[in-house]
Structure formats: C-alpha cells, structure tokens
C-alpha cells in the first residue's frame, strides 16, 4: 500500500531532508507541502524548494481536502505545529511531528483529541536512533549514579530551549530517581541562569551556536568517578531514518505516542 505524505515546513533543514526521503521511497508519495507563503504554486517554481512538480498549500484544510493524505509531516513551529496535527486530526490524517516545543498541556490536549477521533499520531522530539539510546542508556545510569547534569548544543536557529530531546531525557530520569537538590545546598548564582535550567534538581544547560546540529551531553557524578553518555547528529539526515519508521508505524496506531523510543524495541 501506497502512504501518502503531506510535509510541512519544507523549505526548513529538516523538511528539505524529509522531502528527499519521503520522495526517494517507493512506498511513499509526496502528494502537496505546506508552506507560510507561495500558495498555488509548484515546488520547483519556488527558490529554496526542492525542483518536484508537487503543489504547495497555505491552507493546510484545502490541502487535506483536496489530496487526501494519509499522513502529515510537521517539521515547523510549535504554534504551527499544533494548528496543523489538530487540523489534521479533523481530516482524519495522521501526524508525525518532529517539531519541538510543545507543552505538556499541549500534549495532553492533542493526546485527547487523537483518542477521541481513534487515529494515531507520533510527536518525537529527537528521530534519532543514537539519541534514543543516549536517553534509554541515560536513565539506566541514573539509577546507580543520580546526580547529574544535561548539556545540550544546538544551532543558533533554534527558537526553543531547553530542547525537546533534554527535556525528554531529564522525565526519564525522574521516573527512576527522586527530585533531590544537586549542588551546594547554600549555592547562589552571582550572574542569574548561571546554574542552567532546574528540573527536579537536574541542571539543564542550553548551549546556541552556528556551526552545530544537535548535541548533548548527560553527565553523571559520583564519589571519585564521572561518566560521559554523549550524542551528536551531524547532520539532518541522521533523523530521516526515525521519520521514516514514525511514518511506517503511524498506520497502525489508533492514539498518540509520543517519544520515538515508544516505537522501537
Ligand atoms: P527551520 O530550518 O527554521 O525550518 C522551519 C520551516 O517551517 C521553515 O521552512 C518555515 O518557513 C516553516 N514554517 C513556519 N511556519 C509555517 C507554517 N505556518 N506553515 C508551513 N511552514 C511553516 O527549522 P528546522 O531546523 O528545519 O526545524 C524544524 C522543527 O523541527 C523545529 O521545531 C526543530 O526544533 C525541530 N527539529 C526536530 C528534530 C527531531 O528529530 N524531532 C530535529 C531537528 C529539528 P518560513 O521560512 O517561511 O518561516
């Protein structure tokens, strides 16, 4: 069976990458992308684009309406993202949403609105694999050693921070440690934010520069010993592989699965 794909936020780096990937499968089919602007024309009419005769939507409803997908890629803005998995969700397509920032109350809603409408959809902060096994390695650490540290690095376009991926990591690490005060307990910070983001006594430092992709770093410390679990994504295609699968297994989902290492082994 043929997937058909509408990706949004194409002209960005991932969705370039995700309309390479999407096109060069034989299982999938490219059939229009979402874009903020150039309504009524063709990818390859439009600088920046891919050069495919595939049509470009502004109207995110019209699209669905008239090409009936079955799955949507978002790779774009939280506030964008969320207009368009709900959109999505009343033309009964699915959503595979790489776009990071949302809220857990976010989250919750649009859980809620996939059960209610029975239709899967995947929200995954870090496609991947590496950086999977980074936060899964991460939180088995945790239980031995639990003072830790997360540094993430990303590339000074990057709207939100901390990043979806730290995020992630420290709830899974609080599901096998108590919230405890890390640090001196009389520390104070001369210079404010100097200590990093606080997520139940976990520090959460967010690095932005040009240069990088997507980076982190979770480090433990224990009496006369550290240990290092590092990832780093070169390149946007090292989350294509991710996207495909979330696209593969959306099929077959009828709820919201958030966190791509909720789908694989
Ligand atoms: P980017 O290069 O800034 O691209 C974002 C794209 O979204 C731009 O082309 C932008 O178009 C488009 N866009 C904005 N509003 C839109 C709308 N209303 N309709 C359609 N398109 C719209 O960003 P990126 O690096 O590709 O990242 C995109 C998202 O993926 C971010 O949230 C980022 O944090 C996330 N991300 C996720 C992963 C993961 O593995 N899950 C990995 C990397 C990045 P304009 O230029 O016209 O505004």
Do not use: W
């Amino acid at each position: 069976m043929t997937i058909k794909v509408v990706i949004a936020g194409h002209r960005g780096n991932m969705g370039k990458s995700a309309v390479q990937m999407v096109s060069n499968q034989e299982q999938f089919e490219l059939v229009a992308v979402v874009d903020s602007k150039h309504a009524g024309k063709k990818m390859h009419e439009v600088q920046g684009a891919e050069p495919l005769d595939i049509p470009i939507y502004e109207d995110i409803d019209l699209c669905f309406g008239e090409r009936s997908p079955d799955v949507l890629i978002d790779l774009t803005t939280p506030a964008y993202g969320k207009k368009h998995m709900e959109s999505a969700f009343a033309h009964g397509v699915r959503p595979v949403v790489g776009t990071t920032g949302f809220t857990e109350e976010d989250i919750e809603a649009l859980r809620h609105t996939a059960q209610e409408k029975g239709l899967g959809a995947i929200i995954a902060p870090n496609f991947a694999i590496g950086a999977i096994l980074m936060m899964k390695f991460a939180q088995s650490a945790a239980k031995y050693m639990e003072d830790v540290e997360i540094i993430e690095r990303h590339h000074d376009r990057k709207l939100d921070a901390p990043s979806g991926t730290a995020i992630k990591t420290a709830q899974l690490i609080s599901e096998v440690r108590e919230a405890k005060v890390q640090g001196h307990p009389e520390e104070k910070e001369d210079l404010p934010g100097a200590r990093g983001a606080d997520f139940e006594g976990m520090k959460i430092h967010s690095v932005r520069l040009p240069g990088l992709v997507a980076h982190q770093e979770v480090i433990f410390g224990s009496v006369g010993q550290t240990l290092t679990i590092r990832h780093d994504s070169i390149n946007r295609e090292s989350f294509m592989p991710g996207v495909k699968l979330a696209v593969e297994t959306v099929m077959n989902l009828d709820t919201l699965v958030y966190g791509l290492e909720n789908i694989i082994d």
